[in-house]
């Protein structure tokens, strides 16, 4: 099955009753979408507490440029309603201890100096659009797009 996915990143932290309302909101509007006027088979994960996973069907209906865009002003109202950016891409998403950690992509050489991200350490990466690239949403810095930053510290 191909996939299309939209990863957002959930900047602050929220409270678990922020998140559980935060999910069943997500699940009422995949529940609800459509493509041309066709229902869609999509579904949402929250991961981690941190990233909002939106995945569609496309071998049953392809998301068509309408239905991108209601998604679109769907996470809009979700940033105004929780006070937290999700369409801000300019940041790195790793782990530490188990638990997603969201910081400024401008503090990635500060990271790397403080230890706080290391060549093992896991980065997720939040741009990958289908299910071609799954196997590219989570890997070591060293095998990732940091690697390079890496590199030059």
Known sequence: MKQKIWIYIIEKELSESE????VNECKHFVNSWKSHEAPVQASVELYKNRLLIFRNNEDFNPIGGCATDQL???IQELEKKYSTPLLNR???VFEKNGKLVVENIQQTVSLIQNGMITQDTIV???AIISSDEWEEFRKPA?????NKVLQMI
């Open 142 to 146: 060293r095998e990732s797009w940091l």
């Open 124 to 126: 997720y990466n939040t």
């Open 90 to 92: 300019k940041l790195v």
């Open 19 to 22: 998140l559980q309302n935060l």
């Open 72 to 74: 679109f002003r769907f």
